[in-house]
């Protein structure tokens, strides 16, 4: 496989030659690739890239890539595409250039993917690894809510680390996700793309490491910007998840349901039959055309057909009868209590309770992963 490590810098003069110099020298470690570095490099004003320059007259493996400053996922979005469309990478490393990240651990992160990771992610919040010791508690705090923030927001809390940028990916994630990467900047990207990785089913491994606080130079990081753009990400992530997917779906089904349901309920109830029975038949006819709708698209994914679609309808009116008794037992409460005329109120309330029972037995018994 050929493999690029790409090192982001912004005035990394002095960090950026030891770095390169130590990876050069775990080379010998790692068989079977051939492995080269890319700096890209957000023109330093330090005179980084000039260093740089001057280390590839000896070093033919080594290539740097200039632009302008427009933060770290910017540069990691270029250095991406260069890796992939130039230099014909199979799997990308990703590391910082201020030796924070330790080199020493570079070679588990191929021998991962060698084993059959798909993306191989460096963290600092599992057993072996750390951030420092000296850091100020404000500092402290804001790495570990961060985290705190995108694991359980985005509902993936078995990834510890997900804003670290020691990682190394098999290139068809980065190919995939390209176009949607341009929307992020800073170190939001390093979020999205995990989370893009992970949603496009990446099978996710942690190496554990010990973070260790630059030497020279100053950290670029914006403390309250930083936490601020976590919780867009993660707000934005999770409505889309919403609208567009499986329960948002699940909601547009279930509208087309509660039509089906209402229209016949309020002509039943038109003819002289009792809302609660109104309310049964309309949930049925209801449930029918839930369904198929659910089963063509709502749950596509795990779409039954054939035979076991007939074993699968009656098992569906089954774990539906709950929500029929749910609808009707409310709808017949409702008027017991306020009258007849209150009957389409406490179908709405019916429909509710009916509506988290659907989804839950639904996704969890019906369409189960």
Known sequence: MNIVVILPTYNERENIIPLLTELESLKHTIKKHTIVFLVADDTSPDGTTKAVEAYQKKHKDVFCISGKKEGLGKALLRGMTYAVGTLHADVIVQM?????????KFPLFIKAI?????FAVGSRYIKGGSIPENWGIHRKIFSIVGNAIVRYGLGYPSIHDWTGGYRAFKKRFFEEAKDEMKAYSGYVFQIA???????RKAKVVEIPFHFTDRLYG????????????????????????????????FAVVGTIGFIINTGILIGLKQFGFHPAIGSAVGAECA????????NAWTF?????????MIGKFVQFNGTSVGAIIIQSSTVYIGTLFFGI???FYAYI???????????WMYSRVIWKA
């Open 96 to 104: 910082d250039a201020d030796l924070s990240h330790d080199p020493k």
């Open 114 to 118: 060698d084993d059959g990771a798909d």
């Open 193 to 199: 793309f995990l989370h893009k990785a992970v949603q």
């Open 218 to 249: 100053r950290s670029k990081i914006a403390p309250f910007e930083y936490i601020k753009n976590v919780l867009e990400y993660v707000i934005r992530a999770r409505i889309n998840d919403v609208i567009h997917g499986s329960f948002g779906k």
């Open 287 to 294: 449930i029918i055309s839930n369904f198929f709708l659910n």
């Open 300 to 308: 596509k994914e795990r779409k039954v057909s054939g035979q076991k």
């Open 341 to 343: 005329p209150a009957y």
């Open 349 to 359: 309330v019916g429909v509710g309770f009916g509506l988290i029972w659907n989804y």
